[in-house]
């Protein structure tokens, strides 16, 4: 296991959270800052936006590394939804500018957020614009500011790397339990044990998720979260519109934990000129789309 890594589940739901409701409630008392990107009116009232954990230790040495994970997040405040894709980081794609073809993970590494967005945009066949990337730090604190994580731990999970940077220890029992941030960590960290490899570890983080946003969406922890604004601001990264982060922070606890919606893109592993790829069956891949993204197809899909 690398001692860098980045848990797609965990940067959905936390930047769900901060960015949709501490960030905008904060910036509105406070005047921090705003993100990147071009302040233009979102007319919509939903967004769709990359999520991007990056394999690097913090957002200031993220240049030329590649993606540990992907998500592709649509949230919309009509229907009270979220819409979640998990893209697995060893999907074989055509990358610009790459010949041949690549794991998707290598976009990042090549050309930055912009080229990941780009990637994802080509193999879904999708109008994209937005990406919100962070790296691991960011984890740990959420989770205890609004006092742990529930989830079900599916077996033992045990695991050290010394060699990591801080050494790294995995020691979680199986059964349910409340994960305070350390063991969170440990929790999306864990990588070797599934039967099913990186789709086993895409589905305890979809879980992971949807237990985080049920608990910070918790009224007693919606006055928690602008606390976290700082540590938004040190290990996140984001050209969403302020006009947009505002919007979606003031409506954000509409949001129906009921409708959170998760997939994982269809395929099957395989081992290609001695490296291992995971194959996506593009017929299942296109009706996935049409269903959780519809409107924002630019192709025949």
Known sequence: MKKNFLKAFFISLICFILAYIG??????????????????????????????????????QEKGARTDTMMLVKVNLSTEGVDILSIPRDTRVNID????RSKINAAHAHGGPELAVKTVRQLLGLELDYYVKVDYKIVEEAVDAIGGVEVEV???????????????????????????????????????????????RIRAQQQFMKAFIEQALRPKNLF??????????????????????T????????????????STIPGNGKWIDGVSYYIYDENQLNIIVREMFGDYIYDNR
């Open 224 to 245: 928690k979260l602008p606390r976290m604004v700082p540590s938004y601001y040190r290990n996140v990264d984001t050209n969403i519109p302020m006009s947009t982060l």
């Open 23 to 60: 960030i905008g409630y904060f910036i509105l008392n406070n005047g921090i800052k705003s993100p990147r990107g071009k302040d233009s009116a979102n007319n919509k009232n939903e967004i769709l936006f990359l999520l991007l954990g990056i394999d690097a230790q913090d957002l200031t």
């Open 247 to 262: 919007k979606m922070a003031l409506s954000a606890r509409k949001i129906n934990t009921d409708n959170i919606n998760l």
């Open 97 to 100: 500018g790459r010949k041949g």
């Open 154 to 200: 599916s077996q033992d999970m045990y695991y050290e790397d010394p060699s990591a940077d801080p050494p790294l220890v995995i020691d979680l029992k199986e059964g349910r339990q409340v994960l305070d941030g350390q063991k969170s960590l440990q929790f999306l960290r864990f990588r070797k044990g599934y039967k099913d490899a990186d789709l086993g």
